[in-house]
């Protein structure tokens, strides 16, 4: 299966790309083809909302999402969501990615992706995540994905305390599982 991950932190060494690290070992060892790329780092702009490409047409947008991005989504069995937590929702870097899916929403939808969602947050409560898995749940069903499993890191604020909570090797055991 081709596992396209996006990984969207601006810390490169940092705890969801530790995870995402993980993940990409367990699938690589059960024989996946993975493709890594850096949202975070991408020139992707967000959506205008202009509606020229009426969900179903080029984006007016001639950037890394267009030029590259679109053709490794559609190319990809699996896509693997990594992200930090940000004021308990998905970071911007990765919700534009999303967004964009507006532009192939109808052909998207009809390939039935499988999805995974790796994430991290400082905090661990019982609600830290609750926005960002009624958000993924929704995408999913909207855009008929397959929901392959989370992984929702709490108490995974620095590289160190990643190391010690257990969830790098959730993410390598989903990775095995995919
Ligand atoms: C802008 C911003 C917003 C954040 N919001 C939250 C939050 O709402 N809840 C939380 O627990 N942690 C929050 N954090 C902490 C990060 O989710 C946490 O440090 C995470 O480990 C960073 O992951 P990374 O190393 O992959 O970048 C926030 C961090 C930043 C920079």
Redesign the pocket.
């Given at each position: 299966m081709k596992i396209l991950v996006l990984k969207s932190?601006?810390?490169k060494?940092?705890?969801?790309?530790?995870l995402a690290d993980a993940f990409i070992q367990g699938a690589k060892e059960n024989g996946h083809e993975i493709t890594e790329f850096d949202v975070f780092r991408a020139d992707i702009r967000p959506c205008r909302g202009c509606s020229a490409c009426g969900m179903s047409g080029p984006c007016v947008q001639k950037d890394d999402y267009e030029r590259k991005l679109k053709g490794l989504i559609k190319e990809a069995d699996m896509l693997c969501f990594?992200?930090?937590?940000?004021?308990?929702?998905w970071?911007a870097q990765l919700k534009t990615v999303i967004d964009r899916f507006y532009s192939f929403t109808t052909e998207l939808t009809a390939m039935h992706k499988k999805v995974v969602l790796l994430t991290?947050?400082?905090?661990?409560?019982d609600t830290?995540f609750s926005v960002v898995e009624a958000f993924y749940h929704r995408i999913c069903e909207y855009m008929q994905f397959e929901d392959c499993g989370m992984v929702l890191?709490?108490g995974?604020?620095?590289?160190s305390?990643?190391k010690s909570r257990g969830f790098v090797e959730k993410a390598y055991a989903l990775g095995k599982a995919i």
């Open positions: 932190s601006g810390n060494q940092g705890s969801s790309n530790m990594v992200m930090p937590v940000y004021y308990y929702n970071p991290v947050a400082w905090d661990n409560t830290v890191g709490g995974c604020g620095t590289p305390m990643t």
